[in-house]
């Protein structure tokens, strides 16, 4: 089965710096890959994703870089703000499923 | 379009006593995913089903759970003979009809307690 690792597993930024979450998978059949972003007590929703035939894709102040020879992709997240403190979780996926990594907590301070 | 709905959404359950999750897809999905989520994990998944299918249950505990998801109706994920280890917040997700798709939406989840 596919091996997911989430890099770090907290991070804590200051509001307006940049955040980024790097995301390892081992199945290299694997073609999607999503990031989710789950508030405390809440449903994860789908925030971006990409697939395996683009590299990098943009909205707005979330973009996703992905590279498959090496078998990870990435999650950035520019001039953060408060409300983007969460866990964020990738999920490429594999098979019939997405496998999930063990998320990052990310903490925007004031 | 409602999205994906769940029910109950919080259930509690003696130790031995039946759970019976349910879950209604987004309109025009007929894929359904079940995970399970342990405090401060992710999510784990356990099953993949389709209308009168189950596709793929390799995530599924081989015994006292159980799925089903019937041409009407929710789904349903079954837990027999629940123990306090069942203890956590079980997300449904559903996909798109249209073949090629794996975006899932989530419901917003079943906590389950066993006392």
């Known amino acids: 089965g596919e091996n997911v690792e989430q890099h770090p597993s907290t991070l804590s930024v200051q509001e307006g710096d940049s955040a980024v979450i790097k995301c390892t998978y081992s199945?290299?059949?694997?073609?999607?890959f999503p990031w989710y972003k789950q508030e405390l007590g809440k449903r994860p929703q789908l925030i971006i994703d990409?697939?395996?035939?683009?590299g990098e894709k943009k909205d707005q102040r979330i973009a996703v870089t992905l590279n498959k020879t090496a078998k990870h992709f990435s999650l950035h997240i520019t001039e953060t703000q408060p409300e983007d403190s969460a866990v964020y979780f990738c999920?490429?996926?594999?098979?019939?499923?997405?496998?999930f990594g063990g998320g990052t907590r990310l903490m925007v301070k004031p | 379009n409602a999205g994906v709905m769940q029910n109950p959404r919080h259930l509690v359950r003696r130790r031995g006593q039946e759970a019976r999750l349910r879950c209604s897809p987004m309109?025009?999905?007929?894929?359904v995913y079940w995970y399970r989520q342990l405090p401060e994990e992710g999510l784990k998944f356990m099953v993949y089903?389709?209308?009168?299918?189950?596709?793929?249950e390799s995530g599924m505990p081989k015994e006292r759970f159980s799925a089903e998801f019937p041409k009407e109706g929710p789904s349903i994920l079954r837990i027999q003979q629940v123990v306090r280890g069942d203890s956590a917040a079980y997300f449904c997700?559903?996909?798109?009809?249209?073949?090629?798709?794996?975006?899932?939406?989530f419901g917003p989840g079943t906590r389950l307690t066993v006392t």
């Open positions: 997700a559903s996909s798109p009809d249209w073949g090629g798709s794996n975006e899932q939406y």
């Open positions: 199945d290299s059949a694997s073609n999607y």
């Open positions: 990409i697939r395996s035939n683009v």
């Open positions: 999920a490429p996926w594999a098979g019939n499923m997405l496998t």
């Open positions: 309109k025009g999905h007929s894929h």
């Open positions: 089903l389709q209308k009168e299918n189950i596709i793929d």
